[in-house]
């Protein structure tokens, strides 16, 4: 299984065009997380999906952040605008429901100018 | 004002001693507990997991003590090599979701 998969890997974009963040998580998981990590916050949870299904968007900063599940193989988190203060590393995890354990991507570093 | 990063607790250690990282949890109904690594550039990684009804539990080079007295668990490194630096994480279920500590950045003084 090549794992969780993220695209792009690097992104740097202009205050206010829209960004959008993709991720293809592990075959037959039906949890998936997308996570933000700043050197201020941490690593914060944004939102996740159960089975297609957003569960918890608490954690989505505000609402000029959106994240779709269309499909179990495909998610995005979308920015729109994007400012400078969202510039982070952006991960997606993803697990099965028999399984604790999430299993993360390679991230992608999000740098809004 | 002037803005502050996370401070990240650092343990620093010389290649070859023993690590010992440390995390603490509020609730003490919790009762599952994952270690993760992540290492510069990458994604955290699964290390270990404890369920609440051990007090240990080892791996390869790692082991996991739990005290649900004071609600404390480690990780302890066995002979700490250059690879072991990293970003260490303990991770916590809550329902659906799991939440991460601030983590403690490990160096390897060689």
């Known amino acids: 299984d090549a794992g969780v998969i993220q695209s792009p890997r690097h992104e740097v974009t202009e205050m206010g065009q829209e960004v959008t963040l993709r991720c293809k998580p592990i075959?037959?998981?039906?949890?998936l997380f997308w996570y933000r990590q700043t050197m201020m916050r941490g690593l914060e949870l944004l939102i996740y999906?159960?089975?297609?299904?957003?569960?918890?968007d608490s954690g989505m900063p505000e609402d000029r952040f959106s994240a779709k599940m269309p499909n179990a193989s495909f998610s995005t988190l979308k920015i729109q605008p994007s400012e400078p203060r969202d510039s982070a590393v952006y991960f997606c995890a993803s697990r099965s429901s028999g399984n604790p354990e999430a299993f993360f991507g390679q991230g992608t570093r999000l740098t809004v100018v | 004002g002037e803005s502050v990063g996370l401070h990240l607790p650092t343990l620093s250690v010389q290649e070859g001693d023993n690590s010992i990282i440390n995390c603490a949890y509020s609730?003490?109904?919790?009762?599952?507990f994952i270690w993760y690594k992540q290492e510069s550039g990458k994604g955290p990684q699964f290390i270990i997991d404890i369920r609440s009804n051990m007090d240990k539990r080892q791996g390869q080079r790692v082991t996991v003590l739990l005290n649900k007295t004071v609600k404390h668990l480690s990780l302890q490194i066995a002979a700490t090599q250059p690879g072991d630096s990293a970003v260490y994480f303990c991770a916590e279920p809550q329902g659906g979701k799991l939440v991460f500590g601030q983590g403690t950045r490990l160096t390897i003084n060689p």
């Open positions: 999906f159960n089975n297609n299904v957003p569960i918890d």
């Open positions: 609730n003490s109904a919790s009762d599952y």
């Open positions: 075959s037959g998981h039906d949890y």
